[in-house]
């Protein structure tokens, strides 16, 4: 299928869920998660429309933004995937948003080298919602308190959280519950906007849940 055609079909996927869940149909925003695709390949969606794009891997993230220089102005640039210390300075210059942030330590650094001149990075704290020993993130009662010390850091915005829940019967619940976490740190008072949940497989699940941004690779371009 051509890219347009299943960036089509995805976001005819996420408006139904939408509908299904009583949300507007626009309520939530697509992340299209190029990884491993190359530059044209991410020129062809942006020819569709496409004006969010996610990376897993640093150094090929900022290859392809280096690559695609002349739209830099018109598409947003997000880290999905982990992020050493060592790494986040080209990271703080280049990227739009992390939205794998869980330690304190990468958002300070990130804070500090986070260009004058840029509006402040975007950052999303990423939740190991399944509680998988092998998985990066917070434990839910660890994202509070950080939280509330990201929020302070003044070249970044805290726009939400992010999970990756374990596929499978509890899938569903996962979603639930980080749905629960975001609701509750807003009741806190912190001003978010971004719940950064669901992925070709599960976004019907996430969408149903309250995700309002959805990272889709496989359904547009295809298995890795
Ligand atoms: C690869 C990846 C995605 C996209 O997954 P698909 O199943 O290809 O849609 C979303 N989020 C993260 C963090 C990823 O690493």
Redesign the pocket.
Known sequence: MAISDSLKSVKSRIAAACVAAGRPPDAVQLLV?S?TFPGSAVREAFAAGARAF?E?YVQEGLAKVGELIDLRGQLEWHL??PLQSNKTRPVAEQFDWV?SVDRLKIAERLSEQRPPELPPLNICLQVNISAEASKSGLLPGEVAPLAAQVATLPRLRLRGLMA?PEPGPGALAQHRAMAALFEALKAEGLALDTLSLG???DLEDAVAAGSTLV?????IFGA?
């Open positions: 998660v990884k996610g897993n999905i995937g939205h990756i992925m070709s497989a990272r889709v690779g496989t359904a890795r």
